[in-house]
């Protein structure tokens, strides 16, 4: 079992940046696919990005490529979401995730993650 905790958020202006970390419990980190994704109220959560456990595989929704980088230091049981361009649009509450799930193919599906972390606030006021 793992229990996660975001931190970073807060409200930044249009084109600032942000670094979200996500810091895990436990001694199995290393063993999880870790993911971020991001509700804004009356929609249902979407994923923002991933990292396999080695760190060796990332994905990102299409919004975020080449603003968004996601990275981990196993050493420190840390994700982190380096957040860069910011818009508007990325206002949301942003949730760590992890899952055992080796299938890279579901690691964008909210359904997959098992544990999840209490989300941080990130507005972006244009």
């Known amino acids: 079992q793992v229990h996660l905790v975001e931190s970073g958020g807060g409200l930044v202006q249009a084109g600032d940046s942000l670094r979200l970390s996500c810091a895990a419990s436990?001694?199995?980190?290393?063993?999880?696919?870790m993911g971020w994704f991001r509700q804004v109220p009356g929609k249902e959560r979407e994923f923002v990005a991933t990292?396999?456990?080695?760190?060796?595989?990332?994905y990102y929704t299409d919004s975020v490529k080449g603003r968004f980088t996601i990275s981990r230091d196993n050493a420190k049981n840390t994700m982190y979401l380096q957040m860069n361009s910011l818009k508007p649009e990325d206002t949301a509450v942003y949730y760590c995730?992890?899952?055992?799930?080796?299938?890279?193919?579901?690691?964008?599906?909210?359904?997959?993650?098992?544990?999840w972390g209490q989300g941080t606030q990130v507005t972006v006021s244009s």
């Open positions: 990292i396999s456990w080695s760190g060796g595989t990332t």
């Open positions: 436990g001694r199995t980190f290393s063993s999880y696919t």
């Open positions: 995730a992890a899952t055992l799930t080796k299938v890279p193919q579901i690691w964008t599906t909210v359904s997959v993650y098992n544990y």
